[in-house]
């Protein structure tokens, strides 16, 4: 069974401090490893796809890597609006996306 | 940026009772998802659609649960018979191809809550 866990479950940041969010992942044949922001009241929104250990992708403060075992989104100077909750997803099936619990990012100006 | 729309935003209902969550996916998009998400909870795969069938479902998508694209248009969610613990956010999730590989467009959802 796949399993994504997800550290920290909050996490409270400055304005300008930047920060990890951790995610670990054991699946039978990864597929894609997923981020999405999840702000309050709203569905996920996407962000990055990973295929393969040592790939990286970024969009503006956001910086998602990948390895084996776990997948880190490092996030650089951020801003209050960055403030939502992070979540971490693995595909190893046809169509089908397993979730993590999430991290909740509180971004204070 | 094209949206998935939900309605309604919000349903509450009583146990027992029969409920349709409703979808309108993105006009090109082949591949249709439930998702759904109890309060403080991960969010949960229900069930994928692709070309008028269901390709999957999880444990949670039993007898209760149905699906169907009536009017090649809206893309529903039906729960027979609700029970308590059906309470959750739904979340219709779709996409163009290539299954899941692809990123998922999520819309807002519909708060259910079954007393």
């Known amino acids: 069974e796949d399993q994504v866990t997800q550290s920290p479950e909050a996490l409270r940041l400055q304005e300008g401090e930047s920060s990890s969010l951790n995610c670990s992942y054991t699946v039978s044949g990864l597929r894609g490893l997923f981020w999405y922001r999840q702000d309050p009241g709203k569905g996920p929104e996407f962000l990055f796809t990973?295929?393969?250990a040592g790939e990286e992708k970024e969009k503006e403060r956001l910086k998602a890597t990948l390895t084996k075992k776990e997948s880190f989104l490092h996030i650089t100077a951020p801003k209050p609006e960055d403030s939502a909750t992070y979540l971490c997803?693995?595909?190893?099936?046809?169509?089908?996306?397993?979730f993590g619990k999430g991290t909740m990012l509180l971004v204070s100006p | 940026e094209p949206e998935v729309t939900q309605t309604p935003s919000h349903q509450v209902t009583q146990m027992g009772q029969e409920v349709i969550l409703r979808c309108v996916p993105i006009s090109n998009h082949l591949y249709f998802y439930w998702y759904r998400q109890i309060l403080g909870q991960k969010v949960e795969f229900l069930v994928s659609?692709?070309?008028?069938?269901?390709?999957?479902k999880s444990e949670i998508f039993d007898d209760q649960f149905s699906v169907e694209r009536p009017d090649g248009s809206n893309f529903t969610l039906k729960i027979r018979s609700t029970k308590l613990e059906d309470s959750a956010m739904y979340f219709c999730?779709?996409?163009?191809?290539?299954?899941?590989?692809?990123?998922?467009?999520f819309g807002s959802g519909t708060q259910l809550s079954v007393l």
């Open positions: 990973l295929y393969s």
């Open positions: 999730a779709t996409t163009t191809g290539g299954g899941v590989k692809e990123k998922l467009f």
């Open positions: 659609f692709y070309n008028n069938e269901i390709s999957e």
């Open positions: 997803a693995v595909n190893s099936g046809y169509s089908t996306l397993t």
